[in-house]
């Protein structure tokens, strides 16, 4: 008994005995990075996932201090990805926010019940095919998603572009609305994310090309849309509310 609950204790709780000075100055230096990169990716994934912008960060700063705190390992890494955008953005575009709640509370008791009955293992008699169409299939499904704000396409009100067929469907309907300016902020952008690592491992590329994009918008005027241009983001916290569901 005392070896399992050694086992599901969280590491902080050990980790923290033998935690010095030291080492907060480095974690302080590690967090400031973590959040400077976590900051436009959560951003950028909450608008892929169907949401607003400021739910991916309140999503990425509750979700940081949880992992920190039950996490099994001092070194674990987490963060906002976008394995699950699209899957996110259906669940969103059809239940909306409840039904996501509801998702997410489903995906994590089946994930602690895996883990209370080490199912864990049964991993292994997945065919690595499948991991990598789905992984493949998801970079095709976010690739397609970006080409509307990537060409600066503008969709008629009231457009639904949920599945891929339909998003495809949408940018050949509207290509006409091509907007150049945007696409050059997005090419400068993509050589930024790419060359900069051979420059500097140091500071984060994201970091960098968010800079850049800023910069051509606002000193050379060009007419690109902007997250302040699209959305409206709250400066207050999101009030606590209990999901609305039915089992019917």
Do not use: C
């Not at 994590?108 to 883990?115: A, E, P, S, Y």
């Not at 945007?182 to 050589?191: F, P």
Request: net charge positive; proline share 4%; no cysteine.
């Amino acid at each position: 008994m005392k070896n399992t609950q050694e086992k599901i204790k969280p590491k902080l709780f050990s980790v923290m005995k033998t935690y010095t000075w030291s080492q907060f100055g480095k974690d302080v230096i590690a967090g400031i990075i973590v959040a400077i990169i976590a900051l436009p990716l959560s951003i950028a994934l909450a608008l892929a996932s169907g949401v607003e912008p400021e739910q991916g960060i309140y999503t990425a700063i509750i979700a940081g201090f949880l992992i920190s705190f039950f996490g099994g390992s001092r070194v674990q890494i987490a963060g906002p990805t976008a394995a699950f955008a699209t899957i996110v953005a259906g669940i969103v575009a059809t239940d909306g926010m409840d039904g996501l709640i509801i998702a997410t509370i489903i995906a994590g008791v089946i994930l602690i019940l895996m883990g209370l009955f080490r199912l864990g293992s049964l991993i292994k008699f997945i065919p690595y095919t499948i991991t990598t169409g789905f992984t493949a299939g998801i970079a095709v499904t976010i690739l397609i998603g970006q080409i509307k704000d990537f060409l600066g396409l503008s969709f008629p009100a009231g457009t639904v572009t949920i599945e891929t067929a339909d998003k495809v469907k949408a940018i050949v309907s509207n290509i006409g609305t091509f907007n150049y300016q945007a696409l050059i902020v997005g090419l400068v952008s993509l050589i930024v994310l790419i060359v900069w690592p051979f420059i500097s491992k140091k500071i984060p590329g994201s970091l960098i090309a968010v800079l850049v994009g800023i910069f051509m918008v606002q000193l050379l005027d060009m007419k690109v849309n902007t997250i302040g241009n699209l959305y409206t983001i709250s400066n207050s916290l999101p009030k606590l509310h209990l999901p609305a569901f039915s089992l019917a």
